[in-house]
């Protein structure tokens, strides 16, 4: 399936990058920021995408897995034209590296945005933030007349202000009453298979054709186990993969530091044609 994407600037221009938002998110979430990096690259339309079952790209047939949501790009590339810096963040940077294993030959670079390439085949277990937002948005009674319905039945369910807000951003309005953009058990499946993957391959290759990686830890994320860092140091120089820092910043980098980021992304940005 061809998945939605809102193109930063709408004016066509010669050069393509894909941004991909995390588990439960859609491409507005980061329209502010793409906004602000555009303006530095005046040759590169930044595509926003909404994956499968998300966003204005709605649901979708299984499997839901990032091998599935990676041929959804391949189908948008075909659409829109072949993107040659594909950014990642959370479950859109496990997205980004499945799609750089596949080597397509315009692709340059893969960004990772504050996502880790080892499998946890176990999930994320009942007590962790994403499996707590799950259980809230399924008791959520729907249609809600009003966006501040649903921040009050959060509120209710234990969600913090700042999840509450980020969920008014996944709601369309129908004849009887808001209801959610995305399909939860499309992507809980998506979600799944996040966990369960390892793709370091991409990180860890020395083959001259594969694309850069860029992976960035943010510096107060709780998403980095001390194998996960000691193995990224230990990177060699010969590898395809970078690991990069943003020490001020949470989970949420576009948010907490979007400065340094795009700073960050500007510095290594393909400049030659």
Sequence with gaps: MIPFAL?????????????LHGILGNHTNWRGFARQLSESLPDW?????????????????????????????NELAASVGAPEVVVGHSFGGKVALEYASRRPPALRQAWVLDATPHAMPHGPGDDHEVASVIRA????PQPLARRADVMAELATLGQPPMIQKWMTTNLRRQDDGFVWTFDLDGAEAMLADYFARDLWGPLETTSPDAPAVHIVRAGNSDRWPPHVVDRLAALPA????????????GHWVHVDAPGPLRDLLLSHWPTDA
């Design 238 to 249: 010969s590898a395809a993969g970078r690991a990069h820092s943003l020490p001020d910043s």
């Design 7 to 19: 193109p930063i600037p709408d004016a066509p221009r010669p050069r393509r990058a894909f941004i």
């Design 137 to 140: 948005l399924r008791a959520v």
């Design 45 to 73: 339309q930044l595509h926003l995408v909404d994956l499968r079952n998300h966003g204005e790209t709605g649901a979708a047939p299984p499997p839901h897995t990032l091998a599935a949501v990676a041929d959804d790009l």
